[in-house]
C-alpha cells in the first residue's frame, strides 16, 4: 500500500480581513488574542510565541516561508479552512494572495475544507456558562449563495495546478453535514445541490468530485448541528470519504481533567470512534492527529477560567514525542483499513489560539514538524 499523504488544516485568521476590520478594528487578526492570552493556572504554557514571528499570512513572502517548511518536514499539501457565506467569502486573503501568490505554491497540494460553521463572537468569549456569543455570520447558506460559492471555487481554485485531487476529480471537503443540509432544504434539497456542483465539475473539464464530509461524535463549536445518521447522510448525498478535524470531536470532554487534560486517553477515545466509522460508514475514512488543544486564548482574560462552554474547555498540552505517537497510531490505522487513497489529516498547521499548530514555537521549536518527517519522510520520500 503507498503511504498516506499528509494533510495539515490551515486556519486563515493571520492577517487583515476586512469584515475583522469593522468587526473588531483595523488590521485585527487573531495574533492580538494570541499575544494577549495568559497563564490560567499553574503550569500554564501561554503565551505561545511563533518563533518566526507574527507572519502575515497574506504576503506571499510570508506563505512562502509556511510552504517551504511543510514540503521539508513531510506536509504535502494544506487543507484550508474556507469560509462562504451568503454575501461571500470571509478570510479568503491567506489563500488568494499568500498560499497561491508565493513564489513556491506547487511545491504543496491544497484543497477546501469548507467551515459551513454559525460564526459566533468568541474573540474572545466573555462569559463561560453560555453558548449565545452574538451570531456574526450564518453557515447554513440557502441554495443560490451555495451555486455562488460552487461557480466561485471551481474558477478560482480547482482549476489550480497545485489543487488536490482524487483520480481526476478536486477533494472539497464540508465540515458541518448538518448546517449544510438546514441550509439546503434537507437530504432532497442537499443532494440536488451537490449533483449539481459535480455536474459543473464536469463541465469545467474535471472528471467529478471528490466530496469529504467531516464527521463529528460530539458538537464542540457553539451552535454545532449535529446528524442522527452519518452513515445514511453520506449515502445519500453520495459523498466518497470521510474525515476527522480534531480529537476532541470524538471524546466527551467532561471526562477530562480542565487543567491538564490526559493525551493518551483522548487519543485512545478518538481511534476507538475511528474504528467504528471504519466499520460502519459506506466511504473510506480518513484518520486525524491533533498537535494539542488550548483554545484559553479566545477567552477574556480576566475572567476566571472555569469549566465551560467552547472555549472554555480542557486543555491538552502534549509533547512532540506524544504528538509522535499519535502519528504512528494513525499510520497503523491506514495500513490496517487499506483504502485506496491513504490520507492523514492534521490538526492543524497553524491554530494557535485553539492551541494546536505544527509550526514552530520557541517552546518546543521544529518539533512537531520533526515528528512528521520522522514517522513519514519527505515528499521526495514516498515518490
Not at 509533547?319 to 502519528?327: I, K, Q, S, V
Amino acid at each position: 500500500m503507498s503511504r498516506p499523504k499528509i494533510l495539515a488544516y490551515y486556519f486563515p485568521d493571520w492577517h487583515a480581513d476586512p469584515r475583522n476590520d469593522v468587526w473588531f478594528g483595523e488590521n485585527w487578526t487573531e495574533w492580538e488574542l494570541l499575544r494577549a492570552a495568559k497563564p490560567r493556572f499553574s503550569g500554564h504554557r501561554q503565551p505561545r510565541v511563533s518563533a518566526l514571528g507574527e507572519l502575515d499570512e497574506a504576503d506571499p513572502r510570508d506563505a512562502a516561508t509556511q510552504i517551504a517548511l511543510a514540503r521539508n518536514y513531510g506536509v504535502d499539501g494544506f487543507l484550508v479552512d474556507f469560509y462562504w457565506y451568503r454575501d461571500g467569502p470571509y478570510l479568503n486573503g491567506a489563500l488568494d494572495r499568500g498560499l497561491l501568490g508565493a513564489p513556491n505554491a506547487n511545491d504543496v497540494e491544497f484543497a477546501l475544507m469548507w467551515a459551513n460553521h454559525q460564526l459566533r463572537d468568541n474573540f474572545p468569549s466573555h462569559d463561560p456558562t453560555t453558548l449565545d456569543a452574538p451570531l456574526m455570520l450564518d453557515g447554513a447558506i440557502d441554495r443560490e449563495a451555495f451555486d455562488r460559492m460552487v461557480d466561485h471555487v471551481i474558477e478560482h481554485y480547482f482549476s489550480q495546478e497545485n489543487y488536490l485531487k482524487v483520480d481526476g476529480k478536486p477533494w472539497f471537503s464540508i465540515y458541518e453535514i448538518g448546517n449544510l443540509l438546514e441550509g439546503l432544504g434537507g437530504i432532497e434539497g442537499t443532494a440536488d445541490a451537490l449533483a449539481s456542483f459535480r455536474d459543473r465539475c464536469i463541465e469545467a473539464g474535471h472528471a467529478g468530485l471528490h466530496l469529504d464530509a467531516v464527521v463529528w461524535g460530539f458538537g464542540v463549536l457553539p451552535a454545532a448541528v449535529m446528524i442522527d445518521d452519518p452513515a445514511e447522510a453520506l449515502l445519500e448525498l453520495d459523498f466518497a470519504s470521510a474525515s476527522s478535524y480534531v480529537w476532541v470531536h470524538h471524546a466527551d470532554v467532561e471526562d477530562f481533567d480542565l487543567h491538564h487534560a490526559d493525551i493518551a486517553l483522548l487519543r485512545d477515545t478518538a481511534f476507538a470512534e475511528y474504528e467504528k466509522y471504519a466499520e460502519s460508514l459506506p466511504v473510506p475514512f480518513h484518520p486525524n492527529v491533533t498537535v494539542g488543544w488550548d483554545p484559553s486564548p479566545r477567552t477574556d482574560q480576566s475572567v476566571p477560567f472555569v469549566r465551560g462552554e467552547y472555549p472554555w474547555m480542557p486543555i491538552w498540552d502534549p509533547t512532540p514525542d506524544e504528538f509522535e505517537a499519535g502519528l504512528r497510531r494513525a499510520a497503523q490505522f491506514v495500513e490496517a483499513h487499506g483504502v485506496a487513497h491513504p490520507v492523514i489529516t492534521v490538526n492543524a498547521w497553524n491554530e494557535w489560539t485553539e492551541g494546536s499548530s505544527l509550526l514552530p514555537d520557541t517552546h518546543h521549536g521544529l518539533g512537531f514538524l520533526e515528528a512528521v518527517r520522522r514517522v513519514f519522510g519527505t515528499r521526495n520520500d514516498r515518490a
